[in-house]
DNA sequence: TTGTACGCGTTATCAC
DNA sequence: GTGATAACGCGTACAA
């Protein structure tokens, strides 16, 4: 049996009051005398009345929704990154609208127009590969102009002025380098993706920026790029073939893995012959045998963060003083480096 | 610059005609004229106009949201059934609301209560262990008995009446465990959690059934309970210590990992002196080394399904012939196994 | 061909 | 103390 969603209208109807009087009575109005009051809120109790969030929001402009907008959600960072949002959001009363680019600049355009139609009163989003490829921001700069308030995350872009969390990633793998060069490490390999993404750009920095500061120099025969997400151990083996390294750094836990992989097959112990050190401290290095050193990049932080930035926005209203919050990388010693 | 956005109103008094002249026009009507029509619909398209979805959902009493309540998103599986979700849903122009109930019962029932208030217009959940374990499903109740379709998966319970999808797990044990009998394993281990979980009672079953009709016996102490999702590799180490398997199967990819890392750690090599099979195909599995041979349980699969049975509740809203649909699982040959 | 009126569920203002 | 009215943005049956 269909218990149809009781309304502020039905339960006026049966009391025989006024809508608006129901109302406030259940606002515990101080209009209203203690008797009907009573009568009311009895009445709202039994039938469990609850009022619609869809008139609210209509009448309020507030949804209390908050639009999410990832890559991708096999991902654990990504993942780890919407549970702290999550967490923040719904301890304010928001939900959260989850929806997946899919690393493609038109599913996050549409995405973003679906949401942005009054379903959502703001975004939280890290760009799609695409979107980062293409260097085509128009659709953000759309939505902020409408007034939405934007918070980026980890894949940023400096042509879009609104709030951004990111971590340190320059520091991120200058302490991995460091940390290799100060177990003695000479060799030291980077395995990183083509350059248009921003993160894997400042890995790489720091990463340069370290040698240099101890006296090494840079050699792109130390440096694998490989394409985006892309496994080929092969192109790994070739590569460890060619300049068998004494530490490897990975700008991901995929690469880092398959590489250790690699590695053990070749017969050589890590972290006696190679030390092993990869961004994103995921399931993969957490498990691995031996588990892996990490560069911690505290995803659960950075949606707290978000969320907690886009929320004061959308509570405030005003549009200034746009800031971007830097999250300090962390190292998680594991078994893949030498111990001091 | 703050550009509102903009509404019927907005330019119905801009050019001078009314509301629903401008509504039909943008909706192409034939009752109006082909020259105000173009002329409302340049200015539509020139501000960019895009009808309010809460006004439509008011109006609709459709909100076209689908709410998602997952216990954790930190877990590769049901990262897989979103994504599913997220697929089919947004094909046919749906939102997906997540929530996460965090394995907590409470947690379970303040979001559904939040979203059933209006925002969606179905649910997609699977129950948290504390729901399972406590047994009370009034939450759910509830929410069918006010008309709103409900898709359990995975984790589901008999006690209420509604769509469901799940994977046939016994079937998945029992296939795994006939691949280490058909290897010639006598010894064959189980890693499994508590019995409350309606998904291990499966496992165990298939796991038990196996092994009978190849002529076993079940000893109780080949088998090991772990609490759930607590990693204890001393446990583990005992375990095996008493037993000495050799094959082993693991009703999550967790254990089924660490395992053998242990294995690994005694001197023990897999697949050579012990098999090992573990239940649900993720990252770890996929990357580990060797890789581990495991059910895949077709997550993506299996979101897509519920997505599908839920809007197809929600399209047709009738309330009868509730389905049951079953996943079947399959093996994904690794390197933890031996070949055939 | 265009406009008026009403309803979706709620709240806020103002009148009685 | 209570109720009527307007408004949020949209769509549509009906009237002009």
Redesign the pocket.
């Known amino acids: 049996m269909l218990k149809q969603?009781i309304?502020?209208?039905h339960i006026a109807k049966e009391l025989?009051?006024?809508?608006?009087?129901v109302?406030?009575a259940?606002?515990n109005?101080e209009?209203?005398?203690r008797?009907?009051k009573d009568r009311i809120q009895a009445f709202a109790k039994l039938y469990n009345?609850k009022?619609?969030n869809i008139?609210?929001s209509?009448?309020n402009?507030r949804t209390k929704n908050i639009g999410v907008i990832i890559p991708d959600i096999v991902h654990h960072f990504f993942t780890t990154v919407v549970r702290g949002i999550e967490k923040y959001a719904n301890a304010q009363g928001y939900n959260v609208i989850v929806c997946l680019s899919d690393e493609s600049f038109d599913k996050e355009v549409i995405n973003m127009e679906m949401l942005a139609n009054g379903s959502i009163d703001g975004f939280i989003m890290s760009l799609s590969a695409g979107t980062e490829k293409k260097k085509d921001f128009n659709h953000l700069k759309e939505v902020t102009e409408q007034g939405i308030p934007l918070v980026l995350f980890d894949r940023v872009t400096n042509e879009i002025r609104c709030d951004k969390v990111v971590i340190d990633d320059i520091l991120g793998a200058y302490l991995a380098t460091e940390k290799l060069l100060k177990e003695g490490r000479k060799k030291i390999a980077l395995l990183t993706t083509e350059d248009f993404f921003s993160v894997s750009k400042n890995r790489n920095l720091g990463y340069e920026k370290a040698l240099r500061d101890f006296g090494l120099v840079v050699e792109e025969k130390y440096i694998l790029r490989l394409p985006f997400m892309d496994i080929d151990e092969d192109k790994i083996s070739d590569f460890l073939n060619s300049i068998v390294p004494d530490a490897v750094l990975s700008v991901n836990e995929i690469f880092g893995i398959h590489c250790m992989r690699v590695l053990q097959r070749k017969g050589l112990k890590v972290p006696e012959d190679v030390s092993i050190i990869g961004f994103t401290d995921g399931l993969l290095a957490r498990h691995a045998n031996p588990s892996i050193t990490s560069i911690a990049q505290h995803g659960e932080k950075m949606g707290e963060t978000a969320a907690r930035m886009l929320i004061e926005r959308v509570e405030r209203e005003d549009e200034s003083n746009y800031r971007t919050e830097i999250i300090q990388p962390t190292i998680i010693t594991r078994e893949s480096t030498l111990n001091f």
């Open positions: 969603k309304t502020l209208k025989d009051v006024s809508i608006s009087t109302s406030k259940l606002k109005s209009e209203i005398s008797d009907t009345y009022p619609n008139a609210i209509l009448k402009k």
